[in-house]
């Protein structure tokens, strides 16, 4: 699979320049979601980040790169890495739009549950019209948040954006609200579905062991225990600091 996806990029990064709009390919979509998410951690984005985060090789990742800055969706930086060009910011809002409210659409009218939409939408964004997005989204009163608690930019490009901590950074004693939910796992998503890690649950953090040790954590009365690689997957806006075993209280705002 991962060579056959490897050969679909090198006839992407062959056609060059030539492709425009809704003539991309899937593989070049994919890159610029890709940059797109990483650079809002670091930026530039390095290839070989790029690649772990994609799972290709670095050669095959490399002769991508160099084809989309010659398309001018990227700008690279020799040594450095990789960053989008105002193009292919567009470009990648614009895909990233269809994504989520695909998402949000099987969801609320055709009643998927959230572990499964994430790759029926890989799969629709990249096939689906323009017409037919923006009809998806005017029917459910143009969203502004997917199922997993992410932001769906507007049919102008726009989107805002607040980069929240993880569950896994926050210390004993903090009460958060989780704000959003990575959709890339489904048996993950599946379990946190379970436990009631929705967008807009509030989690109290009891305690946690050290060197990324499980969290334990109070979800609707109940005390649960969370690996640090799931508490990852959970983004929270941070509410109130316990201090001193439930005396004093200090409010993050």
């Known amino acids: 699979m991962k060579t056959q996806e490897e050969n679909a990029e090198k006839q992407a990064s062959e056609a060059g320049a030539g492709a425009s709009g809704r003539d991309r390919s899937r ?10 998410h990483l650079q809002l951690e670091r930026a530039p984005v390095s290839t070989s980040a790029l690649a772990q985060h994609l799972d290709r090789s670095p050669a095959s990742v490399t002769n991508m790169v160099k084809s989309l800055a010659e398309q001018g969706l990227v700008e690279h930086e020799p040594y450095r890495g990789v960053r ?29 549950s959230w ?22 989204a005017s029917v459910m009163g143009d969203p502004e948040m997917d199922p ?4 769906i930019p507007t049919a102008q490009g726009e989107v805002a954006e607040e980069l929240h901590p993880a569950l896994s950074e926050m210390p004993a004693g903090a009460i958060v609200i989780v704000r959003e939910v990575s959709d890339a796992d489904e048996s993950r998503l599946r379990y946190l579905a379970e436990l009631g890690l929705y967008p807009g649950t ?3 953090v009891l305690d946690r062991e050290p060197f990324e040790g499980p969290i334990l954590v ?17 983004r929270v806006e941070p509410g109130i600091v316990q ?3 439930g005396g004093d209280s200090t409010t993050n705002n």
């Not at 593989?27 to 797109?36: G, N, Q, S």
């Not at 609707?220 to 799931?230: A, K, M, P, V």
């Open 27 to 36: 593989a070049v979509e994919d890159y610029l979601k890709a940059i797109r």
């Open 84 to 112: 989008l060009s105002e193009e292919g910011e567009r470009e990648a809002l614009r895909i990233i739009r269809r994504h989520r409210v695909i998402e949000a659409y099987l969801i609320e009218r055709l009643g998927y």
């Open 115 to 136: 572990d499964r939409v994430h790759a029926e939408a890989e799969r629709l964004e990249h096939a689906a019209s323009d017409e037919l997005v923006e009809r998806m």
């Open 148 to 151: 997993h608690g992410s932001p």
């Open 202 to 204: 509030r989690v109290e």
């Open 218 to 234: 109070r979800i609707d009365g109940q005390e649960r225990s969370l690996g640090h690689g799931l508490a990852m997957m959970v």
């Open 243 to 245: 201090q001193g075993g």
